[in-house]
DNA sequence: TTATTATTTAAATAAAAACTTAAATACGAG
DNA sequence: CTCGTATTTAAGTTTTTATTTAAATAATAA
């Protein structure tokens, strides 16, 4: 995958169940991992790597506390995913009400007044 | 990844820089697959299978026109992982807030009125 | 200091992803 | 029917991911 720019991490990040579960749990609260690791039922070695792959994307930050190492999300992150996949949403049906209005002229068979632009 | 589920593969797909200028392409207008691919530099089999990853993922559609396949968005696909993200994002804020006021609140030493609910 | 708890690093492996080249299909045009 | 265009399948290779067990670190408790 090979993952080189902020949003393939995000969405990269975003795309294992596991570490979704875990931005769901550290959305109701703050964690060790060892809070995290015993609830997924995996070893603890597996869950640094799934926290790594979520502090790459930004999504959480890691804070030493102790012998812990306390777990947060980071408010931002999600910021840029949430955009893209809006404006391209909003984009999308955009093109559908296009498509849509087309062929609703074409049902017509009414050629208001050529194809527009283009 | 194993990419079981419907959102980790929709975040899976959206993983790729070259899926997401397809959609990106694709939000403009229907296209062939040769249009696709003439435009990323890249071999058509290695095209043809990231068109089965975003149509896998339930985010485009193909359509069999003459010789051509024509690909077309599926506006529904996104919703799923939009509506994720942005609950995700609202819990998110709503725990930073929490964290917020309570930090607030303990700089002011004035215990407002306890916690409101949990 | 030494033992204990919490977490990461190393090393190894299995499985999935991303590509490529070469061959196979599917259609419409002649 | 044969040919050419458009795309997919096959097969094989190289990377990257996901995990595990075992060993290494770090910090606190005794």
Redesign the pocket.
């Known amino acids: 995958?090979?993952?080189q720019d902020r949003l393939s991490?995000v969405y990269?990040a975003l795309?294992?169940p596991?570490?979704r579960a875990i931005l769901t749990q550290l959305a109701r609260g703050e964690?060790?991992?060892?809070?995290?690791?015993t609830r997924f039922?995996?070893?603890?070695?597996?869950?640094?790597?799934?926290?790594?792959?979520l502090e790459e994307a930004g999504l959480v930050n890691?804070r030493?506390?102790?012998?812990?190492?306390?777990?947060s999300l980071e408010p931002s992150a999600l910021r840029d995913g949430e955009e893209w996949i809006s404006s391209m949403r909003q984009f999308w049906s955009a093109s559908f009400d296009r498509l849509e209005s087309h062929l609703a002229s074409t049902r017509k068979a009414r050629p208001r007044k050529g194809r527009e632009g283009r």
């Not at 964690?31 to 690791?37: E, K, L, Q, T, Y």
């Not at 030493?64 to 777990?71: D, E, F, G």
């Open positions: 995958m090979q993952a991490k990269g795309a294992h596991v570490r964690a060790r991992v060892g809070d995290i690791s039922d995996m070893t603890a070695p597996a869950i640094t790597n799934h926290l790594k792959v890691r030493i506390a102790a012998q812990s190492r306390i777990l």
